[in-house]
């Protein structure tokens, strides 16, 4: 069983539609989580990182962490064609430990 | 603000031939370097990583090495490459003076033929 489980999609939703990502894991010491847009050819670009359980939002971007779940999300709100991408969780021990990493979906805006 | 630059972009080399990959960090110091390889429509696995000048860890048994030479400088090296060596390659930092969070570079595209 991998550490970190991703459901690699791919997900096609409509423009305008909120689309929604989740991973699970099975390290209860993960303590710092992180979710990476990347875009084909490209290297992968932080979007959210939250520490611990809870909410964060960044504009169109909310990230939920659940712990006693073992499950972190990642919502898109008012999805544009520029959301196309491939999405990358990640999570660590330490603040400066190595990340382990989901598989990535990848998402399809239609416009 | 914190850059990170990985060159070259892409690079085309035959089988056996040599390979090197450089990284640089700006704007922070001390942080934790990373290299990562991404295979066609694959997820990242990690290389090697460095938490200081000249330390090393490796995580894959493989046809590379890495180096730290300097505090924010981070090389991929091979003697003589291998078909399955092709892969998407980033680097990362995380840490240091800038931030827990981890960024990437923007990656060198590797196709040994």
């Known amino acids: 069983q991998k550490e970190v489980e991703q459901d690699p999609g791919p997900l096609s939703v409509p423009e305008g539609a909120i689309v929604s990502l989740n991973c699970t894991y099975s390290?209860?010491?993960?303590?710092?989580f992180m979710w990476y847009r990347q875009y084909s050819r490209k290297g992968p670009e932080l979007l959210m990182y939250?520490?611990?359980?809870g909410n964060k939002e960044d504009g169109r971007f909310t990230a939920q962490v659940d712990k006693s779940s073992k499950y972190i999300s990642l919502f898109i709100r008012d999805s544009q064609p520029s959301d196309s991408a491939t999405y990358l969780c990640?999570?660590?021990?330490?603040?400066?430990?190595?990340?382990?990493f989901g598989a990535g979906t990848q998402v399809v805006v239609t416009p | 603000s914190q850059t990170i630059h990985q060159w070259p972009a892409t690079l085309v080399q035959p089988v056996g031939s040599p390979l090197s990959l450089e990284c640089t960090v700006e704007?922070?110091?001390?942080?934790?370097l990373y290299w990562y390889r991404q295979a066609a429509g694959r997820g990242l696995q990690l290389l090697f990583y460095?938490?200081?000048?000249?330390?090393i860890s490796s995580e894959v048994p493989q046809n590379l090495s890495a180096s730290r030479p300097q505090d924010r400088q981070f090389i991929l090296s091979s003697k003589k490459l291998l078909l399955s060596d092709s892969g998407f390659y980033l680097c990362?930092?995380?840490?240091?003076?800038?931030?827990?969070?981890?960024?990437f570079g923007p990656g060198t595209r590797l196709t040994v033929t």
């Open positions: 990362a930092w995380r840490g240091g003076t800038g931030a827990d969070e981890q960024y």
């Open positions: 390290n209860s010491a993960f303590q710092y």
């Open positions: 939250t520490y611990s359980s």
């Open positions: 990640a999570m660590s021990e330490a603040s400066w430990g190595k990340l382990q």
């Open positions: 704007g922070t110091s001390n942080p934790n």
């Open positions: 460095s938490v200081g000048i000249g330390q």
